[in-house]
């Protein structure tokens, strides 16, 4: 393969190279905790929530894909606008964001229970270990906009957060970012 660029704009996310994928509300119906506000939202304009770009690369070790994700401000019900968020299909594989622009936050965790949230705002760079299922939430008034790298073996696992959920959301109440914690005091495990 010949080495190549691609061009990215730091306040919309634009990427000159890669494919890119929309996620509108109706693509996101059991992932909101509001199952009700998501249908009302879903059936009224059903609004983009995020749109992501991706290099294509081949999916094998030795690769490293990257690409851009920007989420939208908005709320369905009084969670924040996120991805849907996932595992790696091959666990052992991390991944790096990088915040260009916006404000967010990192929700993680891990199978045997394990959480953890890192706020992101432009310049910072998150790592997400191997293990730990991602999802971004922004919580600002502007697109949440990040860079993202991660081994091209890694895969995606969505299954397990659409049907498990993940523990922690991240909710306005009353203007405030909250993040709900089902079990503050540790998952005892
Ligand atoms: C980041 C990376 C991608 C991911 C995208 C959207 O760019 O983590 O691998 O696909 O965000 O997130 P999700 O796949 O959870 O919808
Ligand atoms: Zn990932």
């Known amino acids: 393969m010949h080495p190549f660029r691609s061009d990215i704009d730091f306040q919309s996310g634009a990427m000159s190279r890669g ?17 009700g506000a998501a249908r009302e939202a879903a059936e009224d304009r059903d609004p983009l929530v ?3 770009t991706t290099i294509d690369l081949p999916e094998e070790s030795g690769h ?11 709320l369905v019900g009084r ?15 991390g991944e ?3 915040c260009l622009s916006g404000l967010g936050k990192l929700v993680m965790e891990r199978e045997d229970g394990e959480t953890a949230v890192l706020d992101m705002e432009p310049g910072t760079a998150c790592y997400v270990p191997p293990y730990w299922a991602h999802r971004a939430c922004n919580v600002g008034e502007k697109p949440l906009v990040f860079f993202a790298s991660f081994p091209g ?8 957060v659409e049907q498990y959920g993940f523990a922690n959301r991240v909710e306005n109440h009353g203007g405030k970012t909250v993040v709900i914690d089902p079990m503050p005091e540790g998952r005892g495990l």
């Open 19 to 35: 494919v890119l994928r929309t996620r509108r509300v109706s693509d996101m119906l059991d992932y909101f905790a509001d199952k």
């Open 50 to 52: 995020y749109q992501y």
């Open 64 to 74: 490293v894909l990257h690409g851009m994700t920007t989420i939208y401000p908005g």
């Open 79 to 93: 969670e924040y606008y996120m991805t849907k968020g996932h595992y790696h299909r091959e666990r052992a594989a």
């Open 96 to 98: 790096v964001y990088l």
């Open 153 to 160: 073996h890694a895969g995606h696992d969505y299954g397990t």
